[in-house]
């Protein structure tokens, strides 16, 4: 049974940090690409980074590119979403998604309508 279950959502300041955490149980993550997309109150969904388990191939949207790192650690079942230098307009729910097979992480985020998904985590930054 494949799960995904995000953490590390939390309020930061403007110019702060956070560590996201998408443990994933169910799978092996060579076989999958992995998500990260956000919603923010009225405003359409986004998939703004992506990694692929076939050849660890990475997306960034522009939004976020240079502040954003994805990550994963096989050995822990687990994809990382480093942020940095957070802004006000970062602030939306922030899901974990994954996929099978492990096509593109391109195509992922921009065009995928992913079969698997966490229940989300908050993340806040106050203008």
């Known amino acids: 049974q494949v799960q995904l279950v995000e953490s590390g959502g939390d309020l930061v300041q403007p110019g702060g940090s956070l560590r996201l955490s998408c443990a994933t149980s169910?799978?092996?993550?060579?076989?999958?690409?992995i998500g990260w997309f956000r919603q923010a109150p009225g405003k359409e969904r986004e998939g703004f980074s992506c990694?692929?388990?076939?050849?660890?191939?990475?997306y960034y949207a522009d939004s976020v590119k240079g502040r954003f790192t994805i990550s994963r650690d096989n050995a822990k079942n687990t994809v990382y979403l480093q942020m940095t230098s957070l802004k006000p307009e970062d602030t939306a729910v922030y899901y974990c998604?994954?996929?099978?097979?492990?096509?593109?992480?391109?195509?992922?985020?921009?065009?995928?309508?992913?079969?698997?998904w966490g229940q989300g985590t908050q993340v806040t930054v106050p203008s």
């Open positions: 169910g799978f092996s993550l060579d076989d999958y690409v």
């Open positions: 998604a994954a996929d099978t097979p492990p096509y593109p992480a391109e195509a992922m985020c921009l065009a995928a309508i992913p079969h698997y």
């Open positions: 990694v692929s388990g076939k050849d660890g191939s990475t």
